[in-house]
């Protein structure tokens, strides 16, 4: 199993987009979002230059967008896609992120919605909750 991070290209847009909102459809449901309004904002917060694609054994199997934000890398979006879940390619993912902080000596920083399962995983490699609101954890992991 060889996962990769590639750069993506703009027509990356309509995969990375139809992977968000099939991961986020029960959230935007459960917090009763309006959907329009999180089309919008997907497409304005979505930013080529910030969006790696994530390949297993060459194939496309999920998405993250990050970017560095003061002193730390920030996880704005990670999504792999339902049928490669929980097959341990979120968790080297992030590993990746957290060597690559490691290399520039920064912190990593991700915000998650306080419900998402990936809490578990986030805490599990080392992650705590910087802080906290009525639907996020902020959460932050120093440098090694």
Known sequence: MKIALVPAWPQDFEYCERLYFSGMEKIIREL???????????????????????????AKVGWLQSTVRGDA??????????????????????RCLIAEANSAHCAVTLGVIRTNPAVRLYERLGFHAADVDDIKFYMRREPD
Do not use: Y
């Open 73 to 94: 890398l920030f996880l704005a979006q990670l999504f792999v896609d339902g049928p490669f879940q929980r097959n341990g390619i979120g968790t080297e993912v992030i």
């Open 32 to 58: 009763k979002l309006d959907m329009a309004r999180q089309a919008a904002g997907f497409r304005e917060r979505w930013d080529v230059r910030q969006v790696r694609i994530i390949t297993l054994d060459g």
